[in-house]
């Protein structure tokens, strides 16, 4: 190609189709914070009467996971993950693959008040979240 002359539209083609590409693949691997706020913000309202509290952690991971604190301890833990896929359902129908939450093997249920809060609102930790059960989401990112 000489100087001043125009790129060659299959050039331009290629051009587009990689940088298509390449936000796709980034698109698998960041996860937007604003999204993990309306998976909670979700499930707080859908499954008020089974989780107390939620946190959604996956930044740099394939797939969100979800931790949960449950109302009900005694619940079965398998019960409780299906029931709450079952009434998320349509929510994430409308996300991008990547971005849902359709496996019960991506909630974690743990016991009430154990997710790392903050010290004056209570707020749960999600960095801290992340960095406290890493081996466990490393597992399940499989």
């Known amino acids: 190609m000489t100087t001043g002359s125009k790129p060659k539209p299959a050039f331009d083609a290629i051009q587009s189709t990689l940088l298509a590409i390449i936000a796709t693949l980034l698109s698998f691997i960041l996860i937007d914070s604003d999204l993990h706020r309306a998976?909670?913000?979700?499930?707080?309202?859908?499954c008020a009467d089974l989780v107390s509290?939620?946190?959604?952690?996956g930044t740099g991971r394939p797939s969100p996971a979800m931790f949960i604190e449950p109302v009900d301890?005694?619940?079965d833990?398998?019960?409780?993950?299906?029931?709450?896929i079952r009434k998320t359902r349509h929510?994430?129908?409308r996300r991008y693959i990547h971005e849902r939450i359709t496996s019960v093997d991506m909630i974690v249920v743990v016991p009430p008040r154990t997710l790392p809060r903050t010290a004056t609102k209570g707020n749960i930790r999600r960095?801290?979240?992340e960095e406290a059960y890493k081996p466990l989401l490393d597992e399940l990112s499989g």
């Open 91 to 93: 929510f994430h129908s």
């Open 77 to 84: 833990h398998c019960e409780l993950k299906r029931a709450i």
């Open 53 to 57: 509290e939620c946190v959604v952690v």
């Open 127 to 129: 960095k801290a979240v």
């Open 73 to 75: 301890v005694q619940m």
């Open 39 to 46: 998976i909670e913000d979700n499930v707080r309202m859908t």
